[in-house]
């Protein structure tokens, strides 16, 4: 099926380890997305990418960099994990930045001990 | 800072009642979007509303935009089991912001 693509879904780190996220989308969208969701806090933007090429910080982009690599992929890196980055991840993509729906992957869920 | 303010945070109901949810802001916004979201899941959008007084219709749930364009509200009819879920509000204009979300709750 067509959609938005997220590996790992789950992964437990130690504090300072470091990792990737990997995000895929095959619908051919400009614009790529990474959240984090937190009880109580709702969804918060990390890092967006309008288009190929660009990359803009979001609300909470601290402890995090981020990757395009191409029109389809965007990846998310935690350099130096934290416990304070336990959380639940969600790529999104859509056609522009504003007004349009997302599609949202299935979540990577991440616990740093 | 716009704000999205959704109520009730937690609503639990027997399969069969009606129920409305809302979105609410003091922000003017382009369009408003509602998702779902199940346990395990990512948000999955239900529909968009850009036209203030807009009215859409999916099934049994009924979606309005404020004329203001500053809230929308959630209609379901007939709640069934398969309704549960967190049901996030999203506003857009530059950027697009999201709600807390109602967590649904239908007992069967």
């Known amino acids: 099926n067509a959609g938005v693509t997220q590996t790992p879904k789950f992964q437990v780190l130690k504090t300072g380890q470091s990792m990737t996220l990997q995000c895929a989308q095959d619908?051919?969208?400009?614009?790529m997305y990474w959240y984090r969701q937190d009880p109580g806090m709702g969804l918060r933007l990390i890092y967006y990418?309008?288009?190929?090429?660009?990359?803009d910080k979001g609300e909470v982009p601290n402890g995090y960099n981020v990757s395009r690599l191409n029109k389809r992929e965007f990846s998310l890196r935690l350099e130096s994990a934290a416990p304070s980055q336990t959380s639940v991840y969600f790529c999104?993509?859509?056609?522009?930045?504003?007004?349009?729906?997302?599609?949202f992957g299935s979540g990577t869920r991440l616990t740093v001990v | 800072t716009q704000l999205l303010e959704q109520s009730p945070q937690f609503l639990s109901i027997q399969e069969g009642e009606n129920l409305t949810v809302y979105c609410n802001s003091s922000s003017v916004f382009s369009s408003l979007q509602w998702y779902r979201q199940e346990p395990g899941e990512g948000p999955v959008l239900l529909v968009t509303v850009v036209t203030g007084g807009e009215v859409k219709k999916l099934k049994r749930l009924t979606f309005q935009f404020g004329d203001a364009r500053k809230d929308s509200s959630l209609h379901i009819t007939a709640a069934q089991p398969g309704d549960t879920g967190l049901y996030l509000c999203?506003?857009?204009?530059?950027?697009?912001?999201f709600g807390k979300g109602t967590r649904l709750h239908i007992l069967p």
């Open positions: 990418s309008a288009s190929e090429g660009t990359t």
């Open positions: 999104a993509s859509s056609n522009r930045v504003r007004g349009y729906g997302y599609t």
């Open positions: 999203a506003g857009a204009n530059d950027k697009i912001i």
């Open positions: 619908m051919n969208h400009n614009s």
